[in-house]
């Protein structure tokens, strides 16, 4: 911590989120905390409720009452994520943790968004749990052992959960789908059947939704140029812009649904399955429940009437025409100077789950 306090990243984010104390406040708050349930409190729960405050953004939740057990005591699980923005993820479950008085999580968090060292020294101030990504398969094999044992250890005989994102990378098109690489990686660990394998690591599907998208328009112009190139190389320092755009830039409101564990029958259902196809119906029974929590605001709604070029849901009352100026206005601006299929990339996004529900 001392580290994270001399840190140029400490006094940039101390002059955003309390430019009235100065650029010395963060740091000092910083060196005043001694374990990291002092720093989680006093300085990244703080930070969050002060970007919040600061880009007009709004916090609701649901579903915290999932985590008590039939016994009154607060279970342990796998929250599996959907995942929209590399820090603000898994910072807004932490901070509806916190502010229910529920034990914040380990984070699994890939080692390509920690090439800056103030980056990485946050993370782990948080209790990161480093997620190796390789294009050497040997390497992505046994690391994924490595990974796979230790969570599972943290669910069995640990003290607290988990939080990992149900793909590797953000959700670029709106379509929130659960890797089944990432499924087979948590199961590496097990030693019985799929069925006992899945019923020990206790799966708690996480939906965040956004009323406005973070660093909506650099997704869509990444997903663009994939399709265009069939790569996409990005440039130094892209994955910490990414993270600082998403604290600086307005998110609406966000809700963060906390939804009720795996069930028995769930999972005798994708135990029912041949081989791999086990994983692929798991998947889909997850993908399932993410679709049914995601909540749908005005500017998913608006979007999906712009893209059909009518009103129907405007007819409905889903949205305003004053909800549908603001959200033309925001991507407008947001795509400035870029091609024009971004900003319809844009509102295909916004209305990726509205088209699917």
């Given at each position: 911590?001392?580290?994270?306090?001399?840190?140029?990243?400490?006094?940039?984010?101390?002059?955003?989120?309390?430019?009235?104390?100065?650029?010395?406040?963060?740091?000092?708050?910083?060196?005043?905390?001694?374990?990291?349930?002092?720093?989680?409190?006093?300085?990244?729960?703080?930070?969050?409720?002060?970007?919040?405050?600061?880009?007009?953004?709004?916090?609701?939740?649901?579903?915290?009452?999932?985590?008590?057990?039939?016994?009154?005591?607060?279970?342990?699980?796998?929250?599996?994520?959907?995942?929209?923005?590399?820090?603000?993820?898994?910072?807004?479950?932490?901070?509806?943790?916190?502010?229910?008085?529920?034990?914040?999580?380990?984070?699994?968090?890939?080692?390509?968004?920690?090439?800056?060292?103030?980056?990485?020294?946050?993370?782990?101030?948080?209790?990161?749990?480093?997620?190796?990504?390789?294009?050497?398969?040997?390497?992505?094999?046994?690391?994924?052992?490595?990974?796979?044992?230790?969570?599972r250890g943290r669910i069995v005989d640990g003290e607290r959960s988990v939080w990992i994102a149900h793909r590797g990378g953000r959700t670029k098109n709106g379509c929130d789908r659960t890797e089944q690489g990432l499924l087979k990686m948590l199961a590496m660990s097990g030693t019985g059947s799929f069925y006992d394998n899945f019923s020990q690591l206790r799966i708690m599907p996480v939906t965040i939704s956004y009323e406005y998208e973070t660093c909506g328009a650099l997704k869509v112009l990444e997903m663009l140029t994939r399709a265009r190139q069939g790569f996409y190389h990005k440039k130094p320092g892209e994955d910490v812009n990414s993270m600082l755009q998403g604290f600086l830039q307005p998110k609406g409101r966000i809700?963060?649904?906390?939804?009720?564990?795996?069930?028995?029958?769930?999972?005798?259902?994708?135990?029912?399955?041949?081989?791999?196809?086990?994983?692929?119906?798991?998947?889909?029974?997850?993908?399932?429940?993410?679709?049914?929590?995601?909540?749908?605001?005005?500017?998913?709604?608006?979007?999906?009437?712009?893209?059909?070029?009518?009103?129907?849901?405007?007819?409905?009352?889903?949205?305003?025409?004053?909800?549908?100026?603001?959200?033309?206005?925001?991507?407008?601006?947001?795509?400035?100077?870029?091609?024009?299929?971004?900003?319809?990339?844009?509102?295909?996004?916004?209305?990726?789950?509205?088209?699917?529900?």
């Amino acid at each position: 911590m001392p580290y994270l306090a001399k840190s140029p990243l400490a006094v940039k984010a101390s002059m955003f989120l309390y430019p009235d104390k100065g650029p010395d406040y963060l740091p000092e708050l910083i060196r005043s905390c001694t374990t990291v349930d002092e720093f989680q409190e006093k300085v990244t729960a703080e930070a969050i409720r002060r970007d919040l405050e600061l880009t007009h953004s709004s916090l609701s939740y649901s579903g915290v009452e999932n985590f008590i057990d039939s016994d009154g005591s607060v279970g342990k699980f796998v929250l599996l994520s959907t995942h929209r923005d590399i820090v603000l993820d898994p910072a807004l479950v932490e901070y509806s943790l916190y502010l229910n008085n529920l034990p914040k999580t380990e984070i699994a968090a890939g080692d390509n968004l920690l090439a800056n060292p103030d980056i990485e020294m946050a993370m782990r101030s948080n209790r990161m749990i480093k997620v190796v990504r390789s294009d050497n398969p040997r390497v992505v094999y046994t690391t994924s052992k490595v990974l796979s044992a230790y969570i599972r250890g943290r669910i069995v005989d640990g003290e607290r959960s988990v939080w990992i994102a149900h793909r590797g990378g953000r959700t670029k098109n709106g379509c929130d789908r659960t890797e089944q690489g990432l499924l087979k990686m948590l199961a590496m660990s097990g030693t019985g059947s799929f069925y006992d394998n899945f019923s020990q690591l206790r799966i708690m599907p996480v939906t965040i939704s956004y009323e406005y998208e973070t660093c909506g328009a650099l997704k869509v112009l990444e997903m663009l140029t994939r399709a265009r190139q069939g790569f996409y190389h990005k440039k130094p320092g892209e994955d910490v812009n990414s993270m600082l755009q998403g604290f600086l830039q307005p998110k609406g409101r966000i809700h963060v649904d906390f939804c009720k564990p795996l069930t028995a029958e769930e999972l005798l259902r994708a135990d029912s399955a041949q081989h791999n196809e086990k994983f692929r119906i798991l998947s889909e029974i997850l993908d399932e429940r993410l679709l049914a929590s995601f909540k749908l605001w005005p500017t998913n709604y608006a979007a999906a009437d712009i893209l059909a070029g009518n009103g129907a849901y405007l007819e409905q009352g889903f949205y305003t025409a004053e909800d549908r100026e603001r959200l033309i206005a925001r991507l407008k601006h947001e795509t400035e100077g870029m091609p024009a299929e971004v900003y319809t990339g844009l509102l295909e996004l916004y209305a990726a789950h509205l088209n699917k529900k």
